[in-house]
């Protein structure tokens, strides 16, 4: 084999591994966000705005905005990456991110914007503590720990599509009709 051939299916290789692992998607300006524009006919813009809150609470976030007016909820939350160790799982650091939900009748947009992984180390007591470094999501490069890097950007992945498809069960739950009493007499 000439070494042209090897060059050329080495640089295959190389492209191939890069593609494989999946790139996370980016906006206008570079950074990492997820964005979705959900349907929801028949459905009006007030009781969507009070299902997004309700799940908002019920998650967890710290809600920064609620404009009920303008239909709008700004919420921050984060979720923990974990460094698989040889016989548990240890916190290696958290993804903070940032929720915006807006509302109009018979429709809604979730975007999950403003990612950052900030790291966690292990205090004296073996309780992870957060150290104040911090590293945007869009980096690609992890030196010493690109594998664990690209695994929390994968886990990044999983869990805002899983948010996703829990927000969208949550706001396109249809109210059920007021219940009627039961007749309990003889003559139904």
């Known amino acids: 084999m000439s070494s042209f051939a090897l060059f050329l299916l080495a640089g295959l290789l190389l492209v191939a591994s890069v593609a494989g692992a999946q790139a996370l998607p980016l906006d206008e ?6 964005a979705e524009v959900v349907r929801a006919d028949s459905l009006r813009a007030g009781l969507l705005y009070s299902h997004a809150r309700a799940w908002l ?13 303008a239909g709008r909820l700004v919420a921050a ?15 290696h650091g958290k993804v903070r991110y940032r929720l915006l939900v807006e509302v109009k009748n ?4 979730a975007q999950f ?16 503590q957060p150290t104040g470094k911090t590293k945007p999501l869009e980096d690609t490069a992890a030196p010493g720990w690109q594998k664990l890097w690209e695994a929390h950007r994968r886990d990044t992945r999983l869990t805002v599509a899983s948010l996703a498809e829990e927000l969208k069960t949550a706001m396109l739950a249809v ?9 309990r007499s003889a003559d139904w």
Do not use: C, I, M, N
Not at 29 to 34: D, M, S
Not at 57 to 66: C, H, K, L, M, P
Not at 113 to 128: G, V
Not at 175 to 183: A, E, M
């Open 57 to 69: 609470q019920r998650r967890g976030y710290e809600v920064a905005e609620a404009d009920s007016a």
């Open 77 to 91: 939350h984060a979720f923990g990456v974990y460094d698989h160790g040889y016989v548990t799982k240890r916190l």
């Open 106 to 109: 018979g429709r809604y947009r």
């Open 29 to 34: 300006q570079g950074r990492v966000g997820f």
């Open 175 to 183: 109210p059920l009709p007021p219940s009627q009493p039961v007749s």
């Open 113 to 128: 914007t403003d990612f950052s992984f900030a790291y966690y180390q292990d205090d004296r007591s073996a309780r992870p």
